[in-house]
């Protein structure tokens, strides 16, 4: 089987988007997926968005999320932006979409200059969804972790996420840390792990080390939990601008349960076909 393929990037996150609007098929196995997305084996990918028809009219694709590993996930908003970008250069008469995803109707605007704003939705605390385990819902947790304590807080973003404040993101121990949180017993979902440094009220430094793809360059929805977190504590503002390794991002939140808005850059890489 002969898969076409459009690889893009958005602040430096390796999308790979298969679309399969008009020859709806179901996706390849875990394992075909987790080679097309090792560089050495495949195309390789962060995330791969397998697109879709979509069952309501209104909407221009359904999509669906896999990471590196080949596992399936809810979310992935650098993924979104690119798809959306991917479509408006079919189509420069359309800026504006809705999707069908995972997480529900997922809405995006093309900007000028390459941007693309996602309406990522509200943000979830309830423990029960993201989900994460304890019997008290709270602001923050307290996670052990090989032995150690850490004051996080938990949210999910259409996908599950651990925010960790540290000193120097350039110094986080993300590869120490990140897998153990991950895979921490009290995730039954498994989880990303943001590690963020709190610049001003308007600037925040981020690394993300991503459930089933390890770290990587950016993390839309990583980065609109980093900002959730912060702002609930009083300590950023409404807009805010997330400096992450591969680029930067700018999140708007209101509070309560007000939209989290997410807006960067995307950009075609290239275009192929695989052998599967």
């Keep these: 089987m002969q898969l076409a393929y459009?690889?893009?990037?958005?602040?430096?996150?390796?999308?790979?988007?298969?679309?399969?609007?008009?020859?709806?098929?179901?996706?390849?196995?875990?394992?075909?997926?987790?080679?097309?997305?090792?560089?050495?084996?495949?195309?390789?990918?962060?995330?791969?968005l397998w697109l879709g028809p979509s069952n309501e009219d209104s909407m221009a694709a359904s999509y669906r999320v896999f990471n590196a590993d080949g596992s399936e996930v809810e979310?992935?908003?650098?993924?979104?932006?690119?798809?959306?970008?991917?479509?408006?250069?079919?189509?420069?008469?359309?800026?504006?979409?809705?999707?069908?995803?995972?997480?529900?109707?997922?809405?995006?605007?093309?900007?000028?200059?390459?941007l693309?704003?996602?309406?990522?939705?509200?943000?979830?605390?309830?423990?029960?969804?993201?989900?994460?385990?304890?019997?008290?819902?709270s602001d923050r947790y307290t996670l052990d972790v090989a032995g150690e304590s850490y004051d996080v807080a938990i949210l999910s973003m259409g996908n599950p996420h651990c925010v960790l404040?540290?000193?120097?993101?350039?110094?986080?121990?993300?590869?120490?840390?990140?897998?153990?949180?991950?895979?921490?017993?009290?995730?039954?979902?498994?989880?990303?792990?943001?590690?963020?440094?709190?610049?001003?009220?308007?600037?925040?430094?981020?690394?993300?080390?991503?459930?089933?793809?390890?770290e990587t360059l950016a993390c839309g929805t990583g980065a609109c939990a980093a900002v959730v977190a912060g702002h609930r504590q009083g300590r950023l503002d409404d807009t805010v601008a997330v400096e992450l390794p591969g680029g930067e991002l700018v999140v708007s939140w209101r509070g309560g349960s007000e939209p989290v808005w997410l807006t960067g850059n995307a950009e075609i890489l290239s275009q192929g076909i695989i052998d599967l």
Excluded: W
């Design 75 to 114: 979310q992935c908003g650098n993924g979104v932006r690119c798809v959306a970008l991917m479509l408006a250069h079919e189509d420069e008469t359309l800026r504006e979409f809705v999707f069908e995803s995972p997480a529900g109707p997922i809405e995006a605007r093309v900007l000028d200059g390459n």
């Design 6 to 48: 459009t690889k893009m990037q958005g602040a430096g996150n390796q999308i790979l988007i298969v679309d399969r609007r008009s020859a709806s098929t179901i996706p390849p196995s875990a394992d075909v997926l987790k080679r097309m997305g090792a560089a050495e084996l495949g195309p390789g990918f962060d995330q791969l």
């Design 165 to 214: 404040e540290v000193g120097d993101v350039a110094t986080a121990d993300v590869a120490g840390l990140g897998p153990l949180i991950e895979s921490h017993s009290r995730f039954p979902a498994r989880t990303n792990a943001g590690f963020v440094t709190f610049r001003d009220r308007a600037n925040i430094e981020l690394r993300v080390y991503e459930r089933g793809a390890g």
């Design 116 to 137: 693309v704003a996602v309406n990522m939705g509200p943000p979830e605390f309830d423990p029960a969804r993201v989900p994460f385990v304890t019997e008290v819902q």
